[in-house]
């Protein structure tokens, strides 16, 4: 069955830190990517979305992301975290065979220390 | 203000009382999808449509209804909750002009089933 792996649950890091979050999905086929953030108490709000062309998509808040179709993943980076960039972060994976089937990661929480 | 909205925001109920959670969207959207939330599972669609009158399941459809008669609006219903329900709800919504495009969550629904 295809699914989205975050192995990731938690992480924690100090403000001015790197950041890559790991995204794998098993699917064969094209897919759309997306990397969705979730502030405390907040909803879903899209951080940026690949479809086709340039591998690597830069979004909003300085993250951006890589698609590398080899290995089935699409991991979220940001070269410097700073403390209200503690949140959620859920990757999610349209199938284009399908075009309504949308799976989602099981989360990655960030923690940053201040 | 194009926005998802979702009422209740909260709702604490009984097992067996029948509910509604609803949904609605202002930017005639297409694609409408529930999804629950869960610690350490991530977001699990329940139900989507592609359009009025056309509904499909998603991963976890048991014990939910939907239906879409307008464009804009795509109630949840439990006929019969069961405290296994109690989750966080979002509804979400996008357009599929040009290919299946990013979503736009609802402030989303905490339910406690009793």
């Known amino acids: 069955a295809q699914s989205v792996s975050q192995h990731n649950h938690h992480v924690i890091l100090s403000e001015a830190a790197s950041l890559e979050l790991g995204c794998n999905y098993s699917?064969?086929?094209?897919?759309?990517l997306f990397w969705y953030v979730q502030y405390p108490g907040q909803h879903l709000q899209l951080l940026l979305k690949?479809?086709?062309?340039?591998?690597l998509v830069k979004g909003i808040k300085g993250f951006e992301a890589e698609f590398i179709k080899s290995k089935f993943s699409f991991n979220l980076r940001k070269p410097s975290v700073q403390w209200s960039d503690t949140a959620e972060y859920f990757c999610?994976?349209?199938?284009?065979?399908?075009?309504?089937?949308?799976?989602f990661g099981s989360g990655t929480r960030l923690s940053i220390r201040p | 203000e194009a926005q998802v909205t979702q009422n209740p925001r909260y709702l604490i109920t009984v097992t067996g009382k029948k509910l509604t959670v609803t949904c609605s969207q202002n930017?005639?959207?297409?694609?409408m999808s529930w999804y629950r939330q869960d610690p350490g599972l991530g977001l699990r669609q329940i139900y989507y449509?592609?359009?009025?009158?056309?509904?499909d399941k998603g991963d976890v459809p048991e014990g939910y209804k939907v239906s879409r008669k307008e464009k804009r609006n795509f109630p949840l219903i439990l006929e019969s909750p069961s405290p296994n329900q109690t989750s966080l709800y979002f509804c979400?919504?996008?357009?599929?002009?040009?290919?299946?495009?990013?979503?736009?969550f609802g402030p989303g629904t905490r339910l406690t089933v009793l």
């Open positions: 979400a919504s996008s357009s599929l002009a040009g290919g299946h495009n990013e979503q736009f």
């Open positions: 699917y064969g086929g094209t897919v759309n």
């Open positions: 690949y479809f086709s062309g340039d591998p």
């Open positions: 999610a994976v349209i199938l284009y065979s399908s075009a309504s089937k949308i799976i």
């Open positions: 930017m005639n959207h297409e694609y």
């Open positions: 449509s592609m359009n009025v009158e056309v509904t």
